[in-house]
C-alpha cells in the first residue's frame, strides 16, 4: 500500500482489521515521514521506484497486489511496470484517486508557488485536507511543509513513458464527488492493462477512502479473493 501526498504508512495501520487473514497488508514507508522523517523526502518518481525495488523484491516471494492512492497510485503503476519487467508480475493493481497517468494534469501546478503560504493556500483550495495544526502551529507548519512540497513535485513533474500494457487485472477506484478525479479520468487506465479491468466509486470526494474504509476493504478483499 502506497501512501497519497503527505501521507504515511499509518493510514493503513487498521485495513487488517477489516480484510480476511489470508490477505497481509504491507504499508511502505516513504522517506520523509513518521520513523524515517531525518530522511530527505524524494521530489523525482523515477528515483523513488528505483530504491524501492530492491526493499520490496525480497518480500514478494508470495502472491501480491499493489494499492495506491493519489500520488500513490503513480507510484504503484509505476512499480508494476518495472516488477512486469522483471517478471515479478501483481496479481492486482489497484490505483484510487487518480486520473490515468496517460492523460496531461489540467490545473496549474501547485509546487513552483512561491513562499509557503501561497503553497499550502493552493493545495487547502484544491484538496481541503490540510490539518487544522498546519495552519496554525508556524512550527508544525515550517516541519511538514518540505515534505509536502516535495510530493507535490514529485507527482507534478512525473512524465508518462509509453510501454507495453501491464499483463495484471486493474481496478480503478475513486470518489463520487471527488473535483479532481472523474470517471471518465478513472476510465482512461483500462488502456494501460491487457488483462481485466474494472473501475469503481464510492460516496465522498477525493479523500473518500478515509471516509469509506469498510466499504473499501470489502470490494477489496471480494477483488482480491
Known amino acids: 500500500c502506497l501512501p497519497y501526498a503527505g501521507g504515511t ?6 485495513w487488517h482489521q477489516h480484510l480476511p487473514e489470508e490477505i497481509e497488508v504491507c504499508a511502505v514507508q516513504l522517506p520523509g515521514r513518521e520513523n524515517r522523517f531525518r530522511e530527505q523526502p524524494f521530489s523525482n518518481l523515477a528515483k523513488l521506484v528505483q530504491m ?14 499493489l494499492f495506491g492512492h493519489s500520488m500513490g497510485a503513480l507510484i504503484a503503476y509505476e512499480l508494476a511496470q ?18 490515468a497517468p496517460i492523460l496531461p494534469d489540467p490545473a496549474p501546478p501547485l509546487h513552483t508557488l ?21 495552519l496554525s502551529d508556524a512550527a508544525f507548519r515550517d516541519l511538514f511543509t518540505p515534505l509536502l512540497r516535495a510530493d507535490m513535485t514529485l507527482v507534478e513533474t512525473y512524465t508518462y513513458t509509453s510501454r507495453p500494457p501491464l499483463t ?13 478525479t472523474s470517471q471518465a479520468e478513472l476510465r482512461a487506465w483500462q488502456s494501460l492493462t491487457g488483462a481485466d479491468f ?6 465522498g ?20 479473493a
Open 168 to 180: 495484471c487485472p486493474l481496478l480503478a477506484l475513486g470518489g463520487e464527488e471527488d473535483a479532481n
Open 9 to 14: 504508512a499509518s493510514l493503513y495501520r487498521t
Open 114 to 134: 512561491p513562499g509557503d503560504d501561497a503553497f499550502l493556500a493552493g493545495l487547502q483550495r484544491r484538496y481541503n485536507n490540510l490539518p487544522a495544526l498546519m
Open 52 to 65: 524501492l525495488l530492491p526493499n520490496l523484491l525480497p518480500h514478494l516471494d508470495k502472491p501480491f497486489a
Open 82 to 99: 518495472q516488477l512486469q519487467m522483471g517478471r515479478h508480475i501483481p496479481t492486482r493493481l489497484i490505483v484510487s484517486g487518480r486520473r
Open 198 to 203: 474494472a473501475v469503481q466509486r464510492f460516496p
Open 205 to 224: 470526494g477525493h479523500f473518500y477512502l478515509n471516509e469509506q474504509t469498510q466499504p473499501l476493504l470489502s470490494t477489496l478483499a471480494s477483488y482480491l
